[in-house]
């Protein structure tokens, strides 16, 4: 079983920068590949970034590369155990709800049947 909680959101301006951070319990995280989705109002929910279990592989959707960065953090003795998501040069079409999620797979476009734990959602607002 594997808990997720993120946190770093807020009211930014455009061009601005936001770090979410993604809390993760569970003795067997570190074998879970990692991965940050989101979902805007009246919208269907979208693959941001994933992370592969091992930190090696990392993909990021077309509408963020270059902007976004997936990493994650394990501690030695696997008690803290951290996903994040740097987000610079925020738009007003990054506004959203971003979810933290977790599963067995990474590959380049993932979707929602990949994952199996979600963490609440943090909502990140850009102005204009």
């Known amino acids: 079983q594997v808990q997720l909680v993120e946190s770093g959101g807020g009211l930014v301006q455009a061009g601005g920068s936001l770090r979410l951070s993604c809390a993760a319990s569970g003795r067997t995280f570190s074998s879970y590949a990692m991965s940050w989705f989101r979902q805007a109002p009246g919208k269907e929910r979208e693959f941001v970034a994933a992370i592969s279990w091992s930190g090696s592989s990392t993909y990021h959707a077309d509408s963020v590369k270059g902007r976004f960065t997936i990493s994650r953090a394990i501690s030695r003795d696997n008690a803290k155990n951290t996903v994040y998501l740097q987000m610079n040069s925020l738009k007003p079409e990054d506004t959203a709800v971003y979810y933290c999620?977790?599963?067995?797979?990474?590959?380049?476009?993932?979707?929602?049947?990949?994952?199996?734990?979600w963490g609440q959602g943090t909502q990140v607002t850009v102005s204009s």
């Open positions: 999620a977790a599963g067995p797979i990474t590959r380049a476009t993932m979707t929602s049947s990949d994952i199996w734990y």
